[in-house]
Nanobody, 122 residues
Framework: QVQLVESGGGLVQPGGSLQLSCTAS????????MAWFRQAPGKERDLVAH???????DYADSVKGRFTISRSNAGTTAYLQMNSLKPEDTAVYLC????????????????WGQGTQVTVSS
């Protein structure tokens, strides 16, 4: 069993900053990919940022230069530092993690967090 816990959402004024975190715990052998998606009401779920096990990153064009994704040294926590927030960044942000379980078989896992609300408004 692997669990994900997200934290860090909230209400912030335009131009402000927030940091989200997503921690994976449980029977983990390895974590390959960690990513943040977001979904606004009535819209599709979109990729915001992705970080691979080797540290390479990808960002949606709309957040480049404003958001930074990183991982803890242990590799089990992903952070999303969001600066210069805009009202259009308002959405539920969801963590997505892929890796392998420890134990016999080394089965892959593909998990979504519960989501955390980010609201940018004055």
């Amino acid at each position: 069993q692997v669990q994900l816990v997200e934290s860090g959402g909230g209400l912030v004024q335009p131009g402000g900053s927030l940091q989200l975190s997503c921690t994976a715990s449980g029977r983990i052998y390895s974590i390959n990919d960690m990513a943040w998606f977001r979904q606004a009401p009535g819209k599709e779920r979109d990729l915001v940022a992705h970080i691979a096990s080797g540290g390479s990153t990808d960002y949606a064009d709309s957040v480049k230069g404003r958001f930074t994704i990183s991982r803890s040294n242990a590799g089990t926590t992903a952070y999303l530092q969001m600066n210069s927030l805009k009202p259009e960044d308002t959405a539920v942000y969801l963590c997505h993690v892929k890796g392998y379980n420890s134990g016999s078989g080394r089965r892959p896992f593909d998990l979504w967090g519960q989501g955390t609300q980010v609201t940018v408004s004055s």
